[in-house]
Structures are given as structure tokens and as C-alpha cells.
């Protein structure tokens, strides 16, 4: 449409300008045909470089929230590490306490067995006697 009215005007302007300078101001079909097409190539032209201009803004904001996303997923990662280690800490402390009542028990049940023993053997020697 725009390249109709490009065309519409040369040739206006040169009905107008007259034949006197119609060698130096107006020119052929042909050549005014190619401005046209030039002109219209262009306004395309222009155009995807806009899209284009828009898809590259997008994409440095993609990647921009991917190194946001990326720096996140590294803090959450040292904060699973370091709860990690809290619970190795409290596993190992865990398991200490563990074996403390375990070994406490069996002194426990030792020394049980012990007065038993000693009562046992004294009830014998008297019975003995």
C-alpha cells in the first residue's frame, strides 16, 4: 500500500514539475518500481530488526532469572550441606549415647548379677554349714 502511494507521488511530482526538468527530477517506471520495492524492504526490514531487538531483551531477562535461579539453587545446596552436618552431629551423639546406656546396662545388669552371686554363695555356706 505504501509503495502505491510512494509510486502515485513520483509520477504526480512529475506531471507537475513538467517536461523541461523531467530528465533530472523524475524517472522511469522501472527505477521508481525498485524504490518501491526497496522502500516496502526496508519497513520489513525494520520491522524483524525490532523483533529481533525485543527477542534478544527477552532473552537477557531469561538469563538474567537463571543466574538468580542458579545463585538460589547454590545457597540451597550449602544449606542442605550444612543441615546435613547437623545431623551427622546429632547421629553421632546419638549413637554415643546409645552405647553409653548399653555399656551402662550391662554394668547395670552386672553388678545385679553380681549381688545375686554373692547372696547365692552365702546362702549355700549356710546351708552347708
Known sequence: MMGKRVLVSVVLLCALVGT????????????ASKIVVELEQKRIMEQELQAQEELVANLRKQVDLLRQENTLLREQVMLLKEQRDIYKVLSDEKDRELRR????????????FGVGAVVGAAVMLLISL
Open 20 to 31: 523541461s526538468y523531467a530528465g533530472e527530477v523524475c524517472m522511469s517506471e522501472e527505477t
Open 101 to 112: 546406656e548399653k555399656v551402662g546396662g550391662l554394668l547395670k545388669n552386672a553388678g545385679s
